[in-house]
């Protein structure tokens, strides 16, 4: 990798580069620690005080060149010192893990930049590598710990790693991150979206430590076609070519060793007798362990095979109909960005009691703890990036950090049993470019995960009451994911078992979204917009039409739960909510959430 010559360049080059190139120079430096929950680590959840920076004075006087000066010191202000506007210490507090928008009334619109600081102990080993682990910063992050810049990162919901190994005393340390959550038309996801834009660390955030040499990937999945043939691999960083491998899974008394290549990647394939296969029914999991060296990783992980014929998706090699629906990183309850086990045991439960078998996770990567509760409960996933209606496509940069999202949201999840399918795009507006960008990433996704579908959201188009599913993106998907809005955004719930659905490209659908909205609590007759029985009404509708879709592979009803968004204003039935959800942002459940659940009870297997 070319990142080890980059922190050389880094660090010996930092006195005669300008300030905007270290930016770019340490963008680069992130590394990704799959399996981080399984690891020791040091939590820096808590309490981090703030400053709310519009004007972007904590940069200096260029904004737009970010120099590490600034805010990045940790100065307390003393009135005969040197002329100083901050001091962190007497700066409020936020909570960690958290959106700023949730958590102070002022923040709720903000959007920009805010400085977090905070203080930690910590007595580093000798021969260790330490990570900053961030489970998510949205939007864009520069952190710096002890005055020294470790790391910038892009993109609002996946994972990252800054090494601070050699930043961090022993002692008495901090740790100054500027996150900055300003939507702009190159970024992904770019300026509108049907989602509040809750910025900050957003996700848990913790110190790793890990020996010199350490397991940074790993992979193993059960191969296509087989009932107990394992393959896979480990990488290890800093090891030498031949170093052992140990890979072993206790519960079926199997060790097996490998050594490492040239890269650092050790290959792995062989049987494992008496198998249980992950089933939603049956969500078998393994304790497995991987070692090298002076390291051990662990990790807890289901085999299942997906993969499509025909029309038809197969689980462990049998057809399976995906009953679904869609979830955004909505906090039950309380509101604000998810993050918690407990928010995901929530979100999940409601899943499970509606008989599903598969959620949708919509429109960008959720917290690591629904892949987990998802991979126990046995629920399937549909994990999804941010390349959401109109995306800047054909800017090279934009590319670059939707692939960097689609990387790390593979690498963060590509142990997950539950996890079956990878979206590429939500609702995108046909065009040549658009289908181009969305290519590239089809390939992408492809060899960095040989062993699960490819899926996008696509708006379907009517000419009259036909929908033909023949979007030119299909061509590069597994899977069609097709959303529609009829009895809501375009004609009568009444008339919806009239449509015909055309499939010309002879692939799996799913119908991903459709629905409408409904105020808890509110009623009337089926044909008064918002009340619960004309959201029920618009369900048994769909489910009547949804008869004639030629090969109809599942549904992910839109959605699961009221969720805010800026867009959805209107005083008394939405109030910043998109009323969709089949519980209410209180957790009331709502008539067509009984209705669905009748529905998919009673769907033969
Ligand atoms: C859609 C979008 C989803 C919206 C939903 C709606 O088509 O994919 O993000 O929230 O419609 O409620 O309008």
């Known amino acids: 990798m070319p990142r080890n010559g980059i922190r050389l360049f880094y660090f010996f080059g930092l006195a005669v580069i300008s300030a905007a190139f270290v930016v770019h120079a340490a963008a680069q430096q992130t590394t990704l620690l799959v399996d981080v929950d399984h690891r020791v680590s040091t939590s820096l959840n808590g309490a981090w005080h703030y400053i709310v920076d519009p004007y972007r004075e904590g940069w200096g006087n260029d904004p737009h060149k970010p120099s590490p000066k600034g805010y990045a010191k940790n100065t307390h202000y003393t009135p005969e010192g040197p002329l100083q506007q901050y001091d962190f210490a007497k700066s409020p507090t936020l909570n960690v893990p958290g959106d700023w928008n949730s958590q102070d009334k002022s923040l709720f619109f903000y959007e920009g930049l805010l400085w977090y600081q905070r203080d930690f102990t910590y007595h580093k080993q000798p021969k260790t590598h330490l990570f900053l682990h961030f489970g998510a910063a949205n939007y864009a992050a520069d952190v710096f710990v002890n005055d020294v810049y470790v790391c910038h990162h892009e993109g609002g919901f996946t994972p990252f790693d800054c090494e ?220 999804e990036i941010p390349v959401y209606w109109g995306i800047d496509w054909t800017n090279p940069p934009t590319l670059e950090i939707a692939k960097q999202q689609l990387h790390e949201m593979i690498r963060r999840d590509h142990n997950k049993a539950s996890v079956i399918m990878w979206s590429m795009s939500n609702e995108t507006p046909p065009g040549n470019d658009r289908t181009e960008f969305i290519r590239k990433l089809t390939v992408q996704a492809r060899e960095e995960d040989p062993t699960r579908l490819i899926t996008s959201a696509i708006v379907t188009h009517f000419k009259d009451k036909t929908a033909t599913m023949d979007d030119p993106l299909g061509q590069y998907l597994d899977v069609l994911g097709y959303n529609e809005y009829i009895g809501w955004y375009m004609g009568k719930a009444a008339d919806a078992p009239s449509y015909t659905w055309l499939n010309p490209m002879h692939k799996p659908v799913i119908m991903s979204e459709f629905g409408g909205e409904a105020k808890a609590g509110f009623h009337g007759d089926a044909g008064t917009r918002f009340t619960e029985e004309s959201q029920a009404y618009l369900y048994q509708q769909q489910f009547l039409m949804l008869k004639n879709v030629p090969g109809l592979s599942g549904m992910t009803p839109w959605v699961l739960m009221d969720f805010r968004s800026p867009m959805r204003q209107l005083p008394e039935m939405q109030d910043y909510y998109n009323r969709k959800g089949l519980v209410s942002d209180k957790g009331e459940k709502k008539k067509a959430f009984f209705v669905l659940k009748d529905y998919y009870e009673h769907m033969q297997p």
């Not at 990488?235 to 072993?248: E, K, M, R």
């Not at 499509?308 to 057809?319: A, C, D, R, T």
């Not at 869609?326 to 039950?332: K, L």
């Open 164 to 383: 601070v190994s050699d930043a961090v005393k022993d002692g008495d340390n901090f740790v100054v991150a500027a996150i900055d959550n300003q939507r702009t038309i190159e970024r992904v996801p770019t300026v509108k979206t049907d989602w509040w834009n809750y910025g900050g660390l957003t996700r848990e955030v913790s110190l790793v430590e890990v020996p010199e040499t350490y397991v940074d990937d790993y992979s193993l999945q059960l191969k296509r076609g087989t009932k107990d043939q394992l393959e896979g691999y480990a990488h290890i960083t800093g090891a030498a070519a031949s170093t052992p491998v140990t890979l072993s899974i206790p519960a079926l008394k199997l060790t097996k060793e490998a050594t490492v290549d040239a890269e650092g990647r050790a290959a792995f394939s062989f049987n494992a007798p008496g198998l249980k296969l992950w089933w939603p029914e049956h969500p078998q999991l393994y304790s497995v362990e991987i070692k090298a060296n002076q390291d051990t990783l662990k990790d807890d992980i289901g085999f299942r095979t997906i993969e499509v014929q025909g029309e038809q998706i197969l689980l462990n090699g049998k057809p399976v109909f995906l009953r679904g629906i869609n979830a955004h990183a909505e906090a039950p309850i309380r509101s604000g960005r998810a993050w918690s086990e407990q928010d995901a045991q929530t979100l999940l439960g409601w899943a499970k009691e509606l008989d599903c078998n598969v959620i949708r996770l919509a429109h960008y990567p959720h917290d690591e703890h629904m892949a987990r509760v998802a991979d126990k409960l046995g629920i399937m996933v549909w994990s």
